[in-house]
């Protein structure tokens, strides 16, 4: 039987064949999913009417809207007496753009008319809502609002628009390449030297990291063997060491990764930082489940009139990146919730929110008008960011110490160094007295110069012993450190230990503060004595860097004044050896 013969045996329904000659039939259209930069966002909407969606690929309300926005573009860009175009912002990549535009939440979109912004789409993202916007604004499009796409039998296969690392490999930087990737938009980068241990093993994560975040984020590497100016240029101070760049031109931010080496940790470091920097809130619910997930929050309450303000939250907050998430609202029935000061009634704030308690905040900014330049209130915010960022109880251990130990804004840290047997307890106790501190201290004042930690005694044990002179390992200790001058307590004023109580804990702490209690060295007389001679070099040295000119002339004085005084004591002493000695002669004149 030849190959004609069976498959003429074969009962292949008509309709199944005809519909598969049709399906082989239709036309193929690619839909030009065209998306802006800020090198040619001006020059594409100077002409005509531009209908532009800022999004950002991290938001879940842009991944939901996707379908619907290609459907809108195969309507317009396939009909011919259209008069409007649509395109897009990627605010993960271009957050300066979205930032000089406005955007307060994604997915925002607006309508352009020869270059300028003429309204903004407000409506809930649907089919007919949407092009009945459309159709107000640029009236000649003649798209019935409840009709959607009649071609249902062409497939439409949309082009895809490459992000940063499209390859997903690691970049080899040099110190040209070094500053064009930057200005790129963020990138991570690892310097490292051949010969450094550490930086051999972290080499396959680093090529893992560059993969999985393909046409998301430039992930990069210096030698600093080969570009030591490079390196030096960026203070690196030990291998590897971890840097996320965010910013461009002038406004480059810096952030050093200080967590784990492993994938997921660094991962998840990344993601939280190229993730939009602040979320809008579609409601109050949605408030309170982010609320339990996060150990801290910062929460916006903004006005529906106040752009200003919601534009320096929005350029401040990148700096963050992702940490802590940056929540936005406008909802009076959300702010109501919280006891805020009768000042700040109509002032836009921003709440520091912690412990995941919804309705309470440990800390406040105001954003009040006319007091301020907008340099120095973005610096406020920023310092006020960074100073908040740390929840009020956490674990000590490798990955949170410098965090914790060295926060700029230089905490008392209290530390329960624990047993395991005893560690669901001391957590308990931790975070109660931390509620209990919130409490004394009242929300507006700063209760985040108090941190609440618990430490794994069994595997901190030296580290303890070496700097607090716990010894004794079989039962949970209190101390409370301030690290960055090196000094601790750890008695009550009658010279008792401090229980694993959180009233004893925060009774103490009252103490500290109030300069009621006696603090002790971590380091002994001769540790202090170097570290404080160190510290003045370093003074100096700072010194002459900012002013050279003035160091030199201080110096030049210094050494003739030096040479003056010898001078002078060895003419002293020259005229004391000059000086004739009287001898006896017998005479009594």
């Known amino acids: 039987m030849n190959p004609f013969q069976f498959l003429s045996r074969i009962r292949i329904p008509s309709l199944f064949i005809l519909l598969a000659l049709a399906a082989n039939a239709s036309p193929v259209i690619s839909i030009d999913l065209k998306v802006l930069t800020p090198d040619n966002f001006d020059s594409t909407v100077a002409n005509g009417n531009w209908f532009i969606e800022h999004f950002s690929p991290y938001c879940h309300h842009c991944r939901a809207f996707a379908p619907t926005w290609e459907k809108l573009v195969k309507h317009f860009e396939s009909d011919p007496a259209s008069a409007v175009h649509l395109a897009q912002v990627n605010c993960a990549s271009h957050g ?4 000089k535009h406005g955007v307060t939440g994604y997915p925002q979109m607006m309508m352009y008319k020869n270059g300028v912004s003429v309204s903004q789409f407000k409506g809930p993202r649907e089919w007919s809502t949407i092009i009945s916007f459309i159709n107000e604004h640029a009236p000649n499009t003649h798209v019935e609002p409840t009709k959607e796409a009649t071609h249902t039998q062409e497939k439409h296969v949309p082009q895809i628009t490459l992000g940063p ?19 790129e938009g963020p990138t991570f980068v690892k310097f490292y030297a051949p010969w450094c241990g550490h930086c051999k093993k972290l080499a396959p994560t680093w090529t893992q990291i560059a993969l999985h975040f393909r046409n998301k984020l430039n992930v990069a590497e210096v030698n600093c063997d080969v570009h030591k100016n ?8 030990g291998y590897p060491s971890l840097f996320f760049y965010s910013g461009s031109n002038d406004d480059v931010h810096k952030t050093e990764y200080a967590g784990g080496r492993k994938f997921d940790q660094i991962r998840q470091f990344a993601e939280s930082a190229i993730a939009p920097s602040v979320l809008t809130l579609d409601s109050v619910s949605e408030y309170v489940n982010l609320v339990q997930k996060h150990s801290v929050l910062y929460l916006f309450l903004n006005s529906q009139e106040d752009s200003h303000s919601q534009n320096i939250l929005n350029q401040v907050s990148r700096h963050l990146l992702g940490s802590p998430t940056v929540l936005s609202s406008r909802d009076h029935e959300l702010r109501s919730k919280f006891q805020l000061p009768s000042e700040y009634a109509k002032t836009p704030v921003l709440l520091s929110i912690k412990d995941n308690v919804p309705y309470e905040y440990t800390s406040v900014f105001a954003f009040k008008s006319g007091h301020k330049d907008e340099e120095t209130l973005s610096k406020d915010l920023l310092t006020w960011a960074m100073n908040n960022r740390i929840p009020s109880a956490l674990q000590l251990d490798q990955e949170s110490f410098q965090k914790v130990m060295n926060a700029p804004h230089h905490p008392l840290v209290v530390i329960a160094a624990t047993v395991p047997s005893e560690e669901a307890h001391t957590i308990e106790i931790i975070n109660e007295s931390s509620r209990l501190w919130r409490q004394q201290v009242g929300s507006v004042s700063q209760s985040g110069n108090v941190i609440f930690t618990w430490m794994d005694l069994d595997k901190w044990a030296n580290w303890l012993k070496s700097m607090y002179g716990i010894k004794d390992v079989s039962k949970t200790t209190v101390v409370i450190t301030d690290h960055q001058n090196l000094l601790y307590y750890d008695t009550k004023g009658d010279g008792q230990g401090i229980g694993l109580d959180a009233k004893e804990i925060t009774s103490t702490v009252n103490d500290i503060l109030a300069g009621r209690l006696k603090y002790k060295n971590s380091e002994n007389f001769v540790e ?17 860097v900012e002013n050279p000119f003035r160091s030199v002339v201080f110096i030049l004085i210094i050494f003739l004044l030096t040479i003056l005084g010898i001078k002078r004591l060895l003419k002293e002493d020259s005229s004391i050896n000059n000086v004739r000695p009287y001898k006896a002669t017998g005479h009594l004149d």
Do not use: P, Y
């Open 528 to 544: 202090r004595t170097a570290r404080r001679i160190n510290n003045l070099l370093v003074l100096v040295e700072e010194k002459v």
């Open 96 to 99: 300066d753009l979205c930032n």
């Open 230 to 237: 490079l390196c030096k240029s960026q203070d690196i101070q």
């Open 165 to 183: 690392n499209s390859e997903g490999m690691v970049k080899a930087l040099d110190e040209s390449s070094f500053k064009s990737m930057i200005n």
